[in-house]
């Protein structure tokens, strides 16, 4: 009997914890690290919380949850790939979401067995049917998550989590309310049951109704972004050609520009030499004005942002390579070009002979590093390694800077944000580090 009963507290925190992360990432697709070892911990804590009350004969399970939720909910916090006040919400909610649910499945059980029993006074009994309300839980939240299946792995907006997890604790206080009503009674019907079952019915078509709608903005998204994309791509392609054309030009007249240096250097014109090919070689630089950095769509966004700065007075200036970088075309346009759109928003705010902007990728063996340095108004003041939030600061970095983060970790990356004052101008730095 002791084995079982120890059985039953490490079994039900196993569940719960599993229960609350199956949640956070597989229906509110937010990222968390590997969590078997974490599930595993919480029910050595459960286990080892349990057994007291156990001993000196107490059941409070409701009060045994509320302790454990101010344990898990860090915990839980602790094991999502993105630490912020955000994910702290998004745990919260999701061990709101599994506590209530199970709340609600174990109080039919719990009407039978008392009108049955007359007494739910046996602890052991008390967790037993704890444990079977949790496993119900999770066959529940497995369901959910299938109902609402999505080829996207985009996060839902944390408005629309906790709006789920107020719904599932209002789900759980209009269960509670119907079952305290018949126990109160004395009486047992089948009220309370058909409203469990529809607050559990409304519930799924709430959760998965929110899937669908995230899905929905995704993709709106996405169009909105391959149409910026083709646009660039148009105006690439026609930069190219024109390109092609001019140094097919140069090409063919090349003949005729040999028999001019050779003329000149026979003739030991040395100057009118030098400055000839100067010309030519110019010729040749300003015919290929594509910026190639390995990736087709790298190379529409970086040109098309390119001809934006030299429209707008802008220097701009790059070097290096993309190439071995696994990341999606969306992906690649949103890091880039919002971080571009950045530099040209700071740069507009510049006197014109001091604005440039800077855009470099360079390698190692293991990341990629990819900076873009710009002129700015003024040093801007950071807070956390952000930008303070003041409405200067928005106009100038804040724009795409929460995209551009959680499009870096989204592939296990870290963006790193500092200014500073450089030959008596402000530069703002972005630098995106990415694992290859």
């Known amino acids: 009997m002791k084995a079982l009963t120890y059985l039953l507290f490490y079994t039900i925190g196993f569940v719960q914890a599993f229960g609350a992360c199956f949640m956070i990432k597989n229906v509110f697709r937010w990222k968390i690290r590997k969590y078997m070892l974490f599930c595993a911990l919480c029910g050595t804590f459960t286990f080892m919380y349990c057994f007291l009350p156990f001993l000196l004969g107490s059941s409070s399970v409701a009060l045994n949850d509320t302790i454990l939720a101010a344990v898990y909910v860090p915990l839980i916090w602790l094991v999502l790939t993105d630490r912020s006040l955000k994910s702290l919400a998004v745990s919260l909610s999701g061990f709101v979401f599994v506590s209530s649910t199970s709340a609600v499945l174990i109080q039919p059980v719990n009407l039978l067995i008392s009108f049955a029993a007359k007494s739910t006074d046996s602890a052991l009994l008390t967790y037993m049917i704890t444990l079977i309300a949790q496993l119900a839980a999770l066959g529940f939240i497995v369901l959910i998550g299938k109902l609402g299946k999505s080829s996207i792995s985009e996060p839902m907006g944390i408005w629309n989590i906790i709006f789920i997890s107020l719904l599932s604790f209002g789900m759980f206080e209009l269960t509670m309310n119907a079952f305290g009503r018949e126990m109160t009674a004395d009486r047992s019907s089948a009220s309370a049951v058909i409203i469990s079952v529809l607050s559990l019915a409304f519930l799924t078509v709430a959760v998965v109704m929110t899937v669908k709608l995230t899905e929905s903005r995704y993709y709106s998204t996405l169009n909105s972004i391959n149409e910026s994309y083709l646009n660039a791509q148009k105006d690439y392609y026609e930069i190219k050609q024109n390109s092609d054309t001019e140094i097919r030009r140069i090409r063919h007249d090349m003949k005729n520009h040999l028999i001019c240096i050779r003329e000149l250097a026979a003739q030991g014109r040395y100057d009118e030499l030098e400055s000839y090919i100067s010309e030519i070689s110019e010729k040749v630089r300003d015919a290929d004005r594509l910026i190639h950095t390995g990736s087709g769509i790298i190379d529409a966004i970086v040109n098309e942002k390119a001809a934006a700065a030299k429209k707008a007075g802008a220097q701009f200036e790059w070097e290096g390579t993309i190439s071995g970088l696994e990341i999606s075309a969306v992906d690649s346009c949103t890091l880039v070009a919002n971080l571009l759109d950045n530099a040209l928003e700071a740069c507009d705010k510049v006197d014109v002979a001091k604005r440039f902007i800077s855009l470099s990728f360079r390698r190692s063996e ?37 995209n551009i983060e959680r499009c870096v970790k989204k592939y296990g990356g870290e963006l790193k944000l500092s200014s500073e004052e450089r030959g008596g101008q402000a530069v703002f730095t972005a630098q995106a580090i990415i694992p290859l």
């Not at 990819?370 to 801007?380: D, G, I, K, L, P």
């Not at 003041?390 to 724009?399: E, L, R, V």
Request: with cysteine; hydrophobic share 35%; proline share 3%.
């Open 366 to 402: 293991h990341f990629l590093l990819m900076t873009c340095e710009n002129s700015a108004a003024r040093v801007v003041e950071l807070s956390g390694g952000r930008p303070l939030s003041t409405k200067s600061d928005k106009a100038n970095h804040g724009f795409g800077l929460e």
